[in-house]
């Protein structure tokens, strides 16, 4: 069972509800001559990056907030018409939208409503927003890429006319709003107005798929990040992106498991503890793949190093994945604490403080065991 004494709490959990409102859309307008690059290869020089700054969110309307990232509401108490399908923070990141697959918008903190799509009727559905540079418009984008301008956007040409390897899943606008990058489900990249190509993931996309392509400030740059928080560098950029939200979809058996392990979030640790009041580490991760995924295994924390599914080498962890703490790395009888990986370097655990979102690395890696686990 055990427990670790110190902590980095990274995230909190958001729960009031706040719909803005929705309203009718504009029209976009004919397609001016499009400039679009499509992805034909990795950048070599691309590397996973950690971004520690993001809003988490779910169909379902929930969000949670991971390090600077402040908490604004979220719609996980409303009766949706239509699941989310997209968040994007305002410029100065003191708010965001939130948008759902009919293209209706919510907005949160200093995010202003400007029109939706909910009121046409769509050949695809709505897979994102995006606001201009000055936070006093957004486009919304279908996943054929079709585009939707409100505000002071302006509409630069789509992918409505390609025929697609992937759909479309997200879209950023370039420093001056005179062009945007529209990113694929494997992370190719597409290019319109001004919007320079510097590479994707589209010929080695990751197990969790892209949803989101982040410019750099100097606009030479973007990372392509993927659903879980990871990040991959392109062009110009340095250290992690800025703050973004994403939306977090159960795809694998890990996404059922973390999105289980998202609603204990708050609750006590209790040594023992197999929930629903609380939890210790190893009771959370049990019930967390049982209940969510469906899937048993060991009680005691160093019975699932041992025996819980197939060892994971932590360049491999993808969401779900049992990590491991141990007091000798060579003996598994010495392992005293677990917790579930949910990507980009964070886990989801149950310590000294509760059920909470942290950091992998928060005690160094002195006492991590070699390897995790895939039940």
Request: net charge negative; glycine share 18%; charged share 15%.
């Amino acid at each position: 069972m055990g427990r670790r004494l110190s902590r980095l709490v990274l995230g909190s959990v958001l729960i009031a509800g706040l719909v803005v409102g929705l309203g009718l859309a504009s029209e976009v307008g004919a397609a001016p001559p499009a400039q679009a690059g499509t992805s034909t290869g990795h950048d070599a020089s691309s590397t996973s990056l950690l971004s520690t700054n993001f809003w988490l969110a779910t169909a379902q309307g929930n969000v949670w907030s991971f390090g600077s990232a402040g908490s604004y509401g979220s719609a996980g108490g409303l009766d949706l018409a239509d699941p989310m399908v997209g968040i994007t923070p305002t410029p100065d990141g003191k708010g965001y939208w939130l948008v759902a697959s009919d293209g209706g918008v919510f907005t949160y903190g200093d995010a202003a409503f400007y029109g939706s799509t909910g009121a046409i009727s769509l050949n695809k559905p709505i897979v994102g927003i995006t606001p201009t540079p000055d936070g006093k418009g957004y486009w919304l984008v279908a996943s054929d890429g079709g585009i939707f301008a409100f505000g002071d956007a302006v509409f630069y040409g789509s992918t409505g006319a390609i025929s697609l390897n992937k759909p479309i899943v997200g879209m950023a606008s370039t420093s001056d709003g005179q062009g945007y990058w529209l990113v694929a489900s494997d992370g190719g990249i597409f290019t319109f107005g001004d919007a320079p190509y510097l590479g994707s993931t589209a010929a080695a996309p990751s197990a969790d798929p892209a949803e989101k392509v982040v410019p750099d400030r100097s606009g030479q740059g973007y990372w392509v990040e993927d659903q879980d928080g990871t990040a991959h560098p392109f062009g110009d950029v340095g250290g992690a992106p800025p703050v973004t939200g994403l939306m977090f979809q159960a795809i694998t058996a890990g996404d059922k498991a973390v999105l289980y392990a998202f609603t204990q979030l708050g609750k006590p640790y209790i040594w023992g503890g197999n929930g629903p009041v609380g939890y210790d580490c190893s009771g959370l991760v049990l019930a967390s793949w049982q209940r969510g995924a469906g899937v048993t295994f060991a009680r005691v924390a160093d019975d699932q190093y041992h025996t819980a599914g197939q060892p994971v080498a932590p360049t491999s962890l993808a969401a779900g994945d049992l990590v491991f703490w141990g007091t000798s790395q060579t003996d598994w009888t010495t392992v005293y604490h677990t917790a579930m990986y949910v990507g980009g370097d964070r886990i989801v655990e149950s310590t000294d403080g509760g059920v909470q979102l942290n950091s992998l690395g928060q005690w160094g890696e002195g006492d991590i065991m070699p390897l995790g686990r895939r039940p």
